[in-house]
């Protein structure tokens, strides 16, 4: 047996660092993928020939119900358009959303009124980076241990979308009318028993049904799950666990075989890094990086919102600090916070109320600014490696780039590889480039994108 020709799987990510996370999986495991910045055009796919999944990045994660409704149609619709068998709305492992920001029920509502799925499955524990789903209750992993996501230390202070709820089901109910069921952990160490519940709740109308996941064992059944309603209308939510569960379900079934560990790509000759994360665990990160010779320089968020002479005049300061800092041999390192106690969270907060302008329009203005930033100083000094540290930067960021496509270079961490960009423009044609979630990677994840993965 082997697996069809052709498209096996389409996507759409609700941030870049997500979105590059689903594109790695199924690179890594032998499959070719691409990471779009919008739908491709037929000039763009060209380039791709014998593409297997087809995922477009976005920053639906940080928009609300209205930005939604205005973008997410068209870009059901295109994905629809591919052929694919099955579409992927990807979600953050950690659950990021709220009613107000980010939504998953009112993308799942759109998202119903393109495809025809009777109901939709929810996918978002990912065992090979430490989350999981029991009895319907997330877990993830930090610096510490696994904890339950409403008592998670970087996940339950989020500054946007704090997580004050671990059940699956009642966090999507506060997004969603639509009901909602569960296949829990102890149905799934039966595969009859699970194939018979999924048929009986969506019988019983429920719309979203949410998948327990602990193991690998777990994962395989899932990935059956999910490639067995593959066809015209199927459409599933998760985290990158899809992807991992629809190639462990494939490589257990004889349809695909295992790939080679890609190797690294060699010490970069000198790299920048953004960040404008405000996560503890980049926080660490940003200390390790600055403790082993990158320079460090700090960036006042709250010049950044006003759209302005001043927030010009910080990102040129930026740029030419970025420049000193290469023409010195060291590797400069933009960051905007050093974790959620940094004293600029609080003024960036003071900075936005001053502004008039909500959190939305705050974090698009500094993720832009911070990639125009990397923009400028690759192309003034031919760099050839970069990486943008956080998820809602990395949307808002990456689209300054000039780049409209990424595909896999080297592993790092699951979920933030070294990627290479695909650009008309030779400056950024072929930049290696990471993108990395907030709460992502070891504390030397900055050292491991310059030495090269692998």
Excluded at 41 to 47: K, V
Excluded at 240 to 247: D, F, I
């Amino acid at each position: 047996m082997t697996l069809p020709d052709g498209l096996l799987l389409a996507a759409y990510g609700d941030d870049f660092t997500g979105s590059a996370a689903v594109m790695e999986v199924m690179a890594f495991a032998g499959l070719h993928a691409a990471l779009f910045l919008d739908l491709p055009t037929p000039q763009q796919l060209a380039r791709f020939p014998k593409l297997r999944a087809l995922i477009v990045a976005g920053t639906a994660r940080s928009h609300g119900p209205e930005w939604m409704e205005a973008h997410l149609p068209r870009l059901f619709e295109g994905l629809s358009r591919t052929g694919a068998p099955l579409v992927h709305y990807k979600v953050c492992s950690t659950l990021d959303s709220a009613p107000h920001i980010g939504s998953i029920g009112r993308a799942v509502e759109l998202a119903l009124s393109v495809f025809a799925a009777p109901a939709v499955p929810v996918l978002l524990a990912a065992p090979a980076i430490r989350r999981y789903q029991c009895f319907g209750q997330l877990f993830a992993a930090a610096p510490g241990g696994v904890f339950r996501l409403d008592r998670h230390p970087v996940m339950a202070c989020h500054p946007v979308t704090p997580m004050d709820e671990a059940e699956v089901a009642r966090h999507l109910a506060c997004q969603t009318t639509l009901p909602i069921g569960l296949i829990d952990l102890e149905t799934m160490q039966d595969p009859q028993r699970t194939r018979t519940r999924l048929a009986e709740l969506g019988a019983a109308g429920n719309r979203i049904i949410c998948l327990d996941t602990l193991t690998d064992d777990d994962l395989a059944l899932c990935g059956e799950l999910l490639w067995d309603r593959r066809g015209p209308g199927a459409f599933c939510v998760g985290s990158q666990g899809v992807e991992y569960a629809l190639v462990e379900h494939w490589r257990r079934s004889g349809l695909l075989a295992p790939a080679p560990h890609p190797p690294g790509i060699g010490r970069a000759r000198g790299m920048i890094a953004v960040s404008g994360s405000v996560s503890s665990v980049t926080a660490a990160q940003i200390d390790w990086a600055l403790a082993q010779g990158f320079q460090g320089l700090a960036l006042e968020a709250g010049d950044l919102v006003g759209d302005d002479e001043r927030s010009r005049a910080a990102e040129a300061a930026a740029m030419a600090a970025c420049r000193a800092a290469l023409s010195e041999g060291r590797d400069p390192l933009v960051h905007t916070a050093r974790g959620p106690n940094d004293p600029a969270v609080a003024r960036l907060a003071e900075a936005r109320a001053r502004a008039g302008i909500d959190a939305e329009v705050a974090n698009t203005r500094i993720g832009a600014a911070l990639g125009r930033i990397l923009a400028r100083v690759v192309q003034d000094t031919g760099l050839r490696r970069a990486v943008i540290s956080g998820g809602d930067t990395s949307g808002h960021a990456t689209r300054q780039l000039g780049i409209y496509a990424l595909t896999a270079l080297a592993p790092t961490i699951p979920g933030a590889a070294i990627l290479r960009g695909w650009s008309e423009e030779p400056a950024f044609d072929g930049l290696e480039l990471a993108l990395k979630g907030g709460q992502m990677g070891g504390a030397d994840y900055f050292g491991r994108i310059r030495d090269g993965g692998g």
